[in-house]
């Protein structure tokens, strides 16, 4: 039986007609770029996140970006002083890392907690200096990372928190939604995210009303009024059909993130007696929202060969830590300086879990998993 990674068909069957009327609607009125759609998905999207407000952008980068703009973590020419620092884990989607340093900032690595892969606040105090001006947890596989522990460094140093919230619209710590830690958060709308769009989109989500009106002016060239500018920003502006697109699927989103709890539930149970597949760790204050079902096996490279030639989809998500990354060889990190991230990246594997996946795909991802472990 073949089992793709992840099955966007099977999803855009049952909302076929309302995404096309929605998108004829659009282009009935060709206005396609802010407008009515946008201010209504951002107005959704913050109270389904219960924060104050909403910014749509162009993407979970460029939600990055705009946080940090809006943070004032932004170099300009005439900065002659030395760069700003912004700690981020060393395992996490690249955009975390290229966002810091395209504002010109400095990205320190912090290692990862290697039960849950999330930035470990147990090493985040040691990364500080005098430049560090912000941290950005990152919520990766939809799973918030230790914000209390990790709001109380920042708040003690004076320092800003951007969450990168691209995997976990929605997720819950202790009551409390993606959103409501930092100062902000970036969501992305990238199709294989939990509430993905019909291409690339973002929204940058807030408490402060301020941040939020300037990145909305950061959003579109720092422009306010027209053709007047009080800021640099740029064109970060969120489409119309995107807007379209995502509302059709908002209401649908929490049916949908319990659906892929289930199958996290299944694949939980189905492994708990194979000692060597590490199965992902929820902590009990948390509410995973799941967009990744992540496990760690010794012989990952010979599962993943094996899953694939049984027709079974599987990524790694990531195989190489950031710290190792070429691009960032100038900032002088080496081998074994995060160990955790590092053996995350040796060992972990991505396993279908979009709501769709039914129980007999389920069991045979299961069983290609327990077999591919097995003939070590
Ligand atoms: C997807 C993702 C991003 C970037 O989002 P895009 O919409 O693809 O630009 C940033 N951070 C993390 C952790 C992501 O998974």
New binding site residues.
Partial sequence: MKVPLLDLKAQYSSIREETRNALDEILDSQYFIGGPKVEEIERRVAEYSEVKGAVGVS????A?IASLMGLGIFRSPLDRDEPDEVIIPAY??F??AGCVWRVGAKPVFCDIDPDTFNLDPDQLESKITPKTKAIIP?H?FGQVARMEEIKRIADSHGLKIVE?G??AIGAVRNGLKVGNFGDCA?L???PT?NLGGIG?G?MVISNDEALLKKVREIRNHGMEPKYFHKHVGGNFRLDAIQAAALLVKLPHLDDWGRMRRQNAAFYDLAFSEVPEIKTPKILPENYSIYNQYVVCVPNRDECMEKLKAAGIGCEIYYPLALHMQECFAPLGYKKGDMPNSEYAAAHSLALPIYPELGQERLEAVAKALKEAVARK
Wanted: no cysteine; charged share 20%; hydrophobic share 45%.
């Fill in positions: 993407s979970g980068t460029d990055l996490t989607f955009a975390t990152v990766l990168d691209a995997q970036a992305s709308f990238f995210k690339d973002g």
